[in-house]
């Protein structure tokens, strides 16, 4: 999983263990924790099934 922050250009790559919805949310909300609310303030996913 990639989260990339438009305007800086921060982006955090995330191994995941599987493409469960689970596994994404987790994986996700630790991340949003890690680098803070105000570098990604708005969420765009792609279509696969975990999201």
Known sequence: ???TE???RLEAIVKL???H???CLKA???NL???GTEHF???TSDNGAEF
Do not use: H
Request: net charge neutral; charged share 10%.
């Open 21 to 23: 919805a689970g596994t």
């Open 33 to 35: 924790y890690d680098y």
């Open 1 to 3: 999983m990639t989260l």
């Open 41 to 43: 303030k708005i969420i």
């Open 6 to 8: 438009s305007v800086s």
């Open 17 to 19: 263990l599987n493409y």
């Open 28 to 30: 996700f909300q630790n």
